[in-house]
């Protein structure tokens, strides 16, 4: 299938875009910035999801539409509301649109958990407001989706707004992590190219007009979790649990009383949080010590 994916230069949507084409799949990428790991065969256009015509153009002859573009940090959306609404919310309903008018077969919407409950602030909000969006378009004028609400991802090719990897960088750099909540939150963070594979799997028929759940099967406490990382670098971390009733996290379980339900799609096979966790680190370490390279296990001086 000819597949196009907007916000396939980022974190979880280049390992998507990795996937779909070791299927077998065209894919067309659609992001701000020229993506660092296109793949060969792969199509790379340059655009702005706000870009009415450039986001027809680029929808134009496609099977499928994935949506992993706008803004996808709580913190950031805390920040920029009105950015947050322009470019997710708006951003979602101009490529819904095109879309239609293209006669895309599927749309495919990567939204979250934080739909489910009250924690999350204004970037809850935005997926909520999504979603309905999508759904009425379906009800309206037909057009199918899967709407896909990821969990606590980590792993390859994420930045400081991915919340393991920020942990691990300040574990490694400081010997402490500041954390905006209690020890006791819990989380089951998936690999992300564990997410990638589960994702792979709703281009099947039976996952039109479903929200599926991509999540971990590893439940863990956050403090349990630093407490990992500091075993896994040997030293005793110094944690800062910080009290911030607007960072917009959930504590136990993002759960709410919601109308509509997902189905929950994990892996048959999943990435060990302890060795994915190491993987984060090494990458981590090579790129803030590009003089030493890993031979062996042992980090020694290049030539």
């Given at each position: 299938?000819?597949?196009?994916?907007?916000?396939?230069?980022?974190?979880?949507?280049?390992?998507?875009?990795?996937?779909?084409?070791?299927?077998?799949?065209?894919?067309?990428?659609?992001?701000?910035?020229?993506?660092?790991?296109?793949?060969?065969?792969?199509?790379?256009?340059?655009?702005?999801?706000?870009?009415?015509?450039?986001?027809?153009?680029?929808?134009?002859?496609?099977?499928?539409?994935?949506?992993?573009?706008?803004?996808?940090?709580?913190?950031?959306?805390?920040r920029r509301p009105v950015d947050t609404a322009r470019v997710n919310v708006l951003g979602n309903v101009i490529l819904l649109e095109a879309c239609?008018?293209?006669?895309?077969?599927?749309?495919?919407?990567?939204?979250?958990?934080?739909?489910?409950?009250?924690?999350?602030?204004?970037?809850?909000?935005?997926?909520?407001?999504?979603?309905?969006?999508?759904?009425?378009?379906?009800?309206?004028?037909?057009?199918?989706?899967?709407?896909?609400?990821?969990?606590?991802?980590?792993?390859?090719?994420?930045?400081?707004?991915?919340?393991?990897?920020?942990?691990?960088?300040?574990?490694?750099?400081?010997?402490?992590?500041?954390?905006?909540?209690?020890?006791?939150?819990?989380?089951?963070?998936?690999?992300?190219?564990?997410?990638?594979?589960?994702t792979l799997e709703i281009l099947k028929p039976a996952f039109e007009n479903q929200h599926v759940v991509i999540s971990g099967n590893q439940p863990?406490?956050?403090?349990?979790?630093?407490?990992?990382?500091g075993e896994m670098l040997g030293k005793e971390l110094q944690i800062h649990y910080q009290d911030d009733p607007g960072h917009g996290h959930y504590?136990?379980?993002?759960?709410?009383?919601?109308?509509?339900?997902?189905?929950?799609?994990?892996?048959?096979?999943?990435?060990?949080?302890?060795?994915?966790?190491?993987?984060?680190?090494?990458?981590?370490?090579?790129?803030?010590?590009?003089?030493?390279?890993?031979?062996?296990?042992?980090?020694?001086?290049?030539?």
């Amino acid at each position: 299938m000819n597949i196009t994916v907007f916000g396939g230069a980022g974190f979880l949507g280049s390992h998507v875009c990795d996937k779909l084409s070791q299927a077998g799949h065209q894919v067309t990428l659609v992001d701000l910035t020229p993506s660092p790991w296109l793949q060969e065969g792969q199509i790379m256009r340059r655009g702005d999801l706000l870009d009415e015509a450039a986001v027809a153009e680029a929808v134009a002859g496609a099977d499928v539409v994935f949506n992993y573009a706008g803004i996808a940090d709580i913190g950031e959306a805390n920040r920029r509301p009105v950015d947050t609404a322009r470019v997710n919310v708006l951003g979602n309903v101009i490529l819904l649109e095109a879309c239609r008018l293209a006669g895309v077969a599927r749309y495919v919407f990567a939204s979250s958990l934080y739909v489910y409950g009250a924690s999350g602030g204004f970037y809850r909000c935005s997926k909520q407001a999504c979603e309905l969006y999508i759904e009425n378009y379906q009800a309206m004028h037909g057009l199918k989706y899967t709407i896909l609400r990821y969990g606590s991802l980590y792993g390859p090719r994420a930045d400081r707004r991915n919340a393991i990897h920020r942990f691990v960088a300040e574990a490694l750099e400081t010997g402490g992590i500041a954390y905006y909540g209690a020890p006791t939150a819990l989380r089951e963070y998936v690999h992300v190219e564990d997410a990638a594979d589960c994702t792979l799997e709703i281009l099947k028929p039976a996952f039109e007009n479903q929200h599926v759940v991509i999540s971990g099967n590893q439940p863990m406490r956050v403090g349990d979790l630093f407490k990992m990382i500091g075993e896994m670098l040997g030293k005793e971390l110094q944690i800062h649990y910080q009290d911030d009733p607007g960072h917009g996290h959930y504590q136990v379980t993002p759960y709410a009383f919601m109308p509509k339900l997902a189905k929950k799609l994990t892996p048959s096979l999943t990435t060990d949080l302890g060795q994915g966790i190491l993987r984060v680190m090494e990458e981590i370490h090579s790129a803030t010590h590009p003089d030493l390279q890993d031979v062996g296990g042992y980090f020694v001086h290049k030539d």
